[in-house]
């Protein structure tokens, strides 16, 4: 099936910097969202996205919804320990009562404190 | 609040069984959906219910199947196990039909041998 396409695989950063990863997509979305999955666990939601071009920040997260509606980017900034997991952007179309979200191949992220 | 709950956690299957993963979603929450996650890999959608009609289907065989009970629970069948079926299935409620916003359970960890 298809995934979105998310960069950097994986990544290990010292705690206190700052993060980035981004996502694109051959199609086009009219959300994005970004989940968060630590082990064992099912993801979480941590921003959602709704229009073109928007930029939204929950804490110390901040994306943007892509204004092509086919990329979405991620910061973290100032990064702790508890920021280690693995990042899925995620597209839905939303259309017509249908609720399939196509999530991203994951951006892992390492913490060294 | 509960969140969303699912059972089993774990179980291992041989090929050519057949398998019931059942799941709870959060109260007052009338969607739920099926996602199959590969080690590795981002989640891929398999099913949606919403007030127990079936809105959606991924791409996957006939060996998949799902129901929506009239208190909002599910079940997610798989007949005919294959190797390729090992995965964690996840479970994810929401209040709205068409939202990408999903409250995930932690999963059931399917190992087929």
């Known amino acids: 099936g298809q995934q979105l396409n998310q960069s950097p695989q994986s990544m290990f950063i010292q705690e206190g910097e700052d993060v980035s990863m981004n996502c694109t997509s051959s199609s086009i979305f009219n959300t994005w969202l970004w989940y968060k999955q630590d082990p064992g666990e099912g993801p979480v939601l941590l921003i959602a996205?709704?229009?073109?071009?928007e930029l939204t920040s929950n804490g110390r997260l901040t994306a943007q919804f892509g204004i092509t509606r086919k990329d979405s980017f991620l910061n973290i900034s100032a990064s702790i320990p508890s920021d280690v997991g693995i990042y899925f952007c995620?597209?839905?179309?939303?259309?017509?009562?249908?609720?399939?979200?196509?999530f991203g191949t994951g951006t892992k992220l390492q913490v060294i404190p | 609040d509960a969140g969303v709950t699912q059972s089993p956690t774990h179980l291992i299957k041989t090929r050519g069984q057949h398998v019931t993963l059942r799941c709870s979603p959060i109260s007052g929450h009338k969607s739920v959906s099926w996602y199959q996650q590969v080690l590795g890999q981002g989640p891929q959608f398999i099913f949606q219910y919403y007030e127990k009609e079936e809105r959606g289907r991924g791409n996957f065989p006939d060996r998949f199947s799902a129901r929506q009970f009239p208190n909002y629970s599910s079940e997610l069948n798989v007949n005919a196990l294959l190797l390729g079926d090992s995965a964690l299935y996840l479970c994810?409620?929401?209040?709205?039909?068409?939202?990408?916003?999903?409250?995930f359970g932690e999963g059931s960890r399917l190992t087929v041998l």
């Open positions: 995620a597209g839905q179309l939303g259309s017509g009562g249908y609720q399939k979200v196509t």
């Open positions: 994810a409620s929401s209040f709205y039909s068409n939202t990408g916003e999903l409250f």
């Open positions: 996205l709704y229009k073109a071009g």
